[in-house]
Nanobody, 120 residues
């Protein structure tokens, strides 16, 4: 079973930066894609950005375009989220996600989440 652990969250003033990390472990870790979701107070969990594990292709959302950058280190089973020019709307619990795809199944694994708080 895959286990994901996030780190790097914290408090930052508007305009500041944070770098989140997600460490993955498992007997064999070969996800289809990794990504980051977030859940702000009173809102549903939403997709932020993702990356194909094998090819490194990225896909993001308009909310973070030009500010957030996802990357992965396949050798270390790590995925990162560099967040720049943070604004209060980015305040949320950020969750690491791994999507596993087999020939006839799909499954999502989730980390415990790390809090990001942006002050105005």
């Amino acid at each position: 079973q895959v286990q994901l652990v996030e780190s790097g969250g914290g408090w930052v003033q508007a305009g500041g930066s944070l770098r989140l990390s997600c460490a993955a472990s498992g007997r064999t870790f070969s996800p289809y894609a990794m990504g980051w979701f977030r859940q702000a107070p009173g809102k549903e969990r939403e997709f932020v950005t993702g990356i194909g594990w094998s090819d490194g292709r990225t896909f993001d959302t308009d909310a973070v375009k030009g500010r957030f950058t996802i990357s992965r280190d396949k050798a270390k089973n790590m995925v990162y989220l560099q967040m720049n020019n943070l604004n209060p709307e980015d305040t949320a619990v950020y969750y690491c996600n791994a999507k596993i795809r087999g020939t006839d199944y799909e499954y999502d694994y989730w980390g415990q989440g790390t809090q990001v708080t942006v002050s105005s």
